[in-house]
């Protein structure tokens, strides 16, 4: 027999014997038995260079395709046997990957807003603060100038510890404990989760505040409104304006409530004439609290450095939820902690 015949013989005989393998043992076996070191077809393979030269192609060629085709057959049977086995076995294998694979996960659109504002402050100088979410009503209320018959500080409208504890209500005692941990001047804000007593589609229990704080000598309320101005721009669009409402909040004076034009519409309404949902026709968009601190929060901190008759300063609050909800037109506040993920990946691309 010629040794062309004979390593298309070991081809057919290998062939056939890998197809009626019954378990991975069994295959692992002919693969040695075919292709090993000592197997035939090498060894026939290493006879080439002792035939005459018009032999050696001929047989060179027909020796590397049978071992491809024995190579290619026990790729599939290996396949095959692999599939069999994760059928018939009713365990999970840990070790395969996941079918589809889990999706990486995002930062919260919360939280997301809450940087892209800090960001804003950041870049105008300001500093960020953090203080405790369990708080002392002395800087709670007592330094911000809230007279004891406020309603805030009603049992109703705060969560209370004991009598000097509560969960904060907003992140204005950060800015207490920032000046009396140094002396003006100071430009800081204040993010973090504050606590309030309300559950509806615009309040929830607990929700998340920026607030800011600057003093200095000379700071005016055309710089409150230069700052919003630039904050408004950055985070809703370069042509928003901002306007300036007369309000009342006890540790600001004057007080007011800061709005910004609208950016869904013109003027409150829309292109084909109708009133513009989210403003309500009025081409305006409620988004904070601000105003000049009160000389009296300063004179709870006048041994820090903070004489009343020598600085002043501007102090501004909002709420993350509503300046998201405002971006984004969400709905309803408590989606953002709902948990469903229809709404979550909305706002994964960032």
Request: net charge negative; with cysteine.
């Amino acid at each position: 027999m010629s040794a062309s015949d004979r390593i298309s013989e070991v081809q057919d005989e290998a062939v056939a014997a890998i197809e009626a393998a019954d378990d991975p043992e069994a295959l692992e076996r002919l693969r040695i038995q075919y292709l090993g070191r000592k197997a035939e077809l090498p060894q026939l393979l290493r006879t080439i260079p002792q035939l005459e030269p018009a032999e050696r192609a001929a047989i060179g060629a027909a020796g590397n395709a049978a071992r491809g085709q024995i190579e290619r057959a026990l790729e599939l049977k290996e396949a095959d046997l692999a599939a069999g086995e994760i059928a018939a076995d009713d365990a999970i294998d840990v070790s395969l990957p996941g079918a589809p694979s889990l999706p990486v996960g995002h930062v919260h659109l919360i939280t997301q807003t809450r940087r892209d504002i800090e960001d804003v402050f950041l870049g105008l100088g300001f500093q960020v603060a953090e203080g405790p979410e369990v708080e002392l009503v002395e800087y709670t209320f007592d330094a911000l100038n809230t007279d004891v018959t406020h309603p805030s500080r009603a049992r109703t409208d705060t969560f209370y510890i004991d009598d000097d504890t509560v969960l904060r209500v907003h992140t204005s005692p950060v800015q207490v404990r920032a000046m009396i941990a140094q002396p003006p001047p100071i430009y800081v804000i204040a993010p973090g989760r504050v606590y309030r007593p309300d559950n509806d589609a615009t309040h929830t229990p607990q929700f998340h505040q920026v607030e800011g704080l600057a003093v200095d000598e000379g700071v005016t309320l055309a710089d409150l409104k230069g700052t919003l101005l630039a904050f408004a721009r950055a985070i809703f669009g370069p042509d928003r304006d901002v306007l300036l409402r007369p309000h009342f909040f006890p540790f600001t004076e004057p007080s007011v409530e800061v709005d910004v034009s609208c950016f869904n519409c013109d003027a409150g309404y829309m292109r084909d004439g109708s009133r513009c949902p989210l403003c309500k026709g009025s081409g305006w968009l409620e988004v904070l609290g601000a105003g000049m601190v009160d000389p009296n929060v300063f004179d709870y901190v006048r041994e820090y450095g903070y004489d009343p008759d020598k600085v002043t300063g501007f102090a501004f609050g909002m709420g993350v939820e509503r300046i998201a909800m405002l971006r984004h037109g969400v709905p309803d506040l408590r989606l953002y902690f709902d948990g469903d993920l229809r709404f979550l990946r909305q706002f994964g691309a960032r």
